[in-house]
């Protein structure tokens, strides 16, 4: 395995973590994980070397903080850090805090957290986190022991990631990165910031929640194999990412045995640096050409957010973008309906039009939403 510095912290984190969030099930309910797989998946990624485990209040409804904990039992505890997150939708009052940690150090079954995050922060979790004191009460956890160190992940736009990043002493985040996304949220700008900032910035999903590790389109192929090294989907995700200096740790939520060892594999052969100067202009030429193939030429820059009236609009492309490039119509579908609230989808457009005189790509922003939500069969 390799390893690499974690921000400020005199610790080196494992270059791959394990995310806890995508575990194996024995049916289709995500709560249903199969625990025999589970484990043993978790347990050969330590025995390998990964050094950090991300779970959350919510993962497999409410199951993953409990899995892990049986996970790390048998002395894999001591060789692996924890990570969890607050439920940022869940905080009403400054009290709610305090349950939500105490039930998740039961679930986990530890005196400590080492790594806590604000679950999933944006602007309207961000600004209801400083009305409960937020701070305050990340100072006393801190102090009473039950947290090691504070952090934030992160899904909004660039201007509120910098905002967040320099509002308390943060020890890391966590970041939607990949290079696909490199404008999105916050986007290689806001890794850079938080970097130059001292924080380690984890990355979460490195493959697009899957969508990367799938052979691309052989428009993408063409360019990716002029490459003088011959790499898989999952391998050219991936070293793009550890490429980079700033990329503290990346995590991976797998499904599979040979996805463990195929991601722990390419974590111990990874360092900064690893991809050639061409290699590098060869993936943004892939990301470009993925633009060009994509229906909507979006490329998630976020200038165009927030709608008033709260549509996601970056994200509703997202999915539409990747139907139809990788042929996933009905996996697509589904998260436009399960992710998405109602007044974030496509068909809840007023067609004010505030949003198009702010996109650089002069996106007919009305129209291509109202083609959206037309596509996924919502208007
Ligand atoms: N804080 C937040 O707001 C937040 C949000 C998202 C994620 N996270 C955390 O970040 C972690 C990483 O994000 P992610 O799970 O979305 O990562 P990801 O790597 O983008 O997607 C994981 C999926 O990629 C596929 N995959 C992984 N390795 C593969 C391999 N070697 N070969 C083929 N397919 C492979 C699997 O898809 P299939 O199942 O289709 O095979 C797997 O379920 C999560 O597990 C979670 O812990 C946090
Ligand atoms: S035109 Fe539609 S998407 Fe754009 S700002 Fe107005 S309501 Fe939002
Ligand atoms: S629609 Fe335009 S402004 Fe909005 S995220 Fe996409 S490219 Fe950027």
Redesign the pocket.
């Known amino acids: 395995m390799q390893y690499r510095k974690f921000g400020q912290l005199d610790w080196n984190a494992s270059a791959l973590g394990f995310?806890?969030?995508?575990l194996p099930t024995e049916g289709e309910e995500s709560g249903d994980i199969d625990e025999e797989r589970a484990i043993e998946m978790i347990r050969y990624a330590i025995d390998h070397g990964v050094n950090y485990v991300?779970t959350?209040w919510p993962y497999h409804d409410g199951n993953s903080e409990e899995l892990v904990a049986r996970a790390l039992k048998d002395g894999y505890r001591e060789k692996t850090r924890i990570a969890t997150?607050l439920p940022s939708w869940l905080i009403e009052e400054p009290g709610d805090m305090d349950e939500y940690l105490d039930k998740q150090l039961d679930r986990l079954e530890v005196d400590q957290i080492d790594f806590y995050l604000l679950?999933?922060l944006n602007k309207k979790y961000w600004e209801n986190y400083k009305e409960v004191g937020v701070f305050e009460w990340l100072d006393k956890v801190k102090e009473e022991g039950k947290i090691a160190y504070p952090g934030f992940?992160f899904?909004d736009d660039l201007e509120t990631f910098k905002e967040i990043v320099d509002s308390y002493d943060w020890t890391f985040c966590?970041i939607q990165y990949n290079y696909l996304d490199r404008e999105f949220q916050a986007g290689m700008e806001g890794l850079k910031y938080a970097n130059s900032k001292g924080l380690a910035v984890v990355i979460?999903?490195?493959?697009?929640?899957?969508k990367l590790?799938a052979e691309p389109p052989e428009e993408i192929d063409e360019i990716l194999s002029k490459a003088d090294t011959q790499r898989g989907p999952?391998s050219w995700a991936l070293n793009w990412l550890w490429d980079q200096p700033e990329v503290s740790l990346v995590?991976?939520?797998?499904?599979a045995m040979d996805?463990v060892k195929?991601?722990v594999e390419l974590a111990s052969n990874s360092k900064i640096g690893k991809l050639t100067e061409g290699e590098v202009r060869l993936m943004e030429e892939a990301a470009e050409k993925y633009r060009e193939i994509s229906p909507v030429g979006c490329t998630g820059c976020n200038y165009c957010t927030p709608c008033p009236n709260g549509v996601e609009i970056p994200t509703n492309f997202t999915l539409y973008n990747e139907a139809e490039v990788y042929g996933k119509f009905e996996e697509n579908k589904n998260s436009y309906y399960e992710f998405l609230d109602e007044e974030q989808r496509a068909s809840a457009c007023v067609a004010c039009g505030e949003c198009e005189e702010a996109c650089p790509q002069n996106l007919e922003i009305i129209d291509l939403l109202a083609e959206t939500a037309s596509y996924f069969n919502d208007s």
């Open positions: 995310g806890a969030m995508r991300d959350a997150k679950h999933t992940s899904h966590q979460m999903e490195p493959l697009r929640g899957g590790a999952v995590l991976s939520g797998m499904t996805q195929q991601n």
